[in-house]
């Protein structure tokens, strides 16, 4: 069983350009979240879906950003105009929900991303 | 408003020594689900313990081990005899109850073990 893959591990880019992540979960995990984590803070959450579905977005996420988990299994975030203030370490988590909600979240590794 | 507060911002201790982090939380909800990760120089994020608001038995798991205390909304991390590989950030977490899914993280609290 492989953990959750996230790709590119690192992206910089120059202010105003468009950026694409991609998030693996854990084969099988119907829940998939995005965090945002900057430097010496927590993760702090943008966004999830259960399979298809997006359940829920954070006031974080503002209108450049837009997620997608198209058949259920991996996601893409998109950052449209990237702004400095978007640099940041993007994590992804995945979790199985059934009929006992436990809801423990396994993480990736995270993509870097720095904008110039 | 859910918040989680870790006061201590980074801990050094000597190899073998043991230490423990602090978080406390804040929280409205009855049910609710407290966590700790660790987090490598590598950047993944570990699970290490879950523990849910009606269950306030203390865990011990090899050289970690966990004290819960409603009473004082302490969810406090104990490591004993500290290790090298020990060392990495720590995060508390707290997600509310099965309808809530965003988790709130603490600030974490850097641990340095040295040699």
């Known amino acids: 069983d492989t953990g959750v893959s996230q790709n590119p591990r690192h992206k910089i880019t120059k202010r105003g350009q468009n950026v694409t992540f991609r998030c693996d979960p854990i084969s099988e995990h119907n829940r998939l979240y995005w965090y945002r984590q900057t430097l010496g803070q927590g993760p702090e959450f943008l966004t999830y879906?259960?399979?298809?579905?997006?359940?829920?977005k954070s006031r974080l996420l503002s209108d450049r950003f837009s997620a997608e988990r198209p058949k259920g299994s991996f996601s893409t975030l998109e950052i449209q105009r990237t702004e400095q203030g978007d640099s940041a370490m993007y994590l992804c988590?995945?979790?199985?929900?059934?009929?006992?909600?436990?809801?423990?979240?396994?993480f990736g590794p995270g993509t870097r991303l720095t904008v110039l | 408003a859910q918040k989680v507060t870790q006061a201590q911002t980074e801990i050094s201790v000597v190899e073998k020594e043991d230490v423990t982090l602090d978080c406390v939380y804040e929280t409205r909800d009855t049910t609710y689900y407290l966590f700790w990760y660790k987090q490598p120089p590598s950047g993944e994020l570990v699970f290490l313990i879950r523990r849910n608001s009606f269950d306030e038995q203390n865990e011990i798991s090899g050289r970690y081990s966990w004290n819960f205390q409603k009473s004082t909304s302490s969810f406090n991390f104990t490591i004993t005899a500290s290790q090298v590989v020990d060392s990495a950030v720590y995060f508390c977490a707290l997600r509310k109850d099965n309808y809530g899914q965003n988790f709130v993280f603490g600030p974490g609290t850097r641990l340095s073990v040295l040699p």
């Open positions: 988590a995945s979790s199985l929900v059934g009929k006992v909600v436990t809801d423990t979240q396994y």
């Open positions: 879906f259960q399979n298809e579905a997006q359940l829920e």
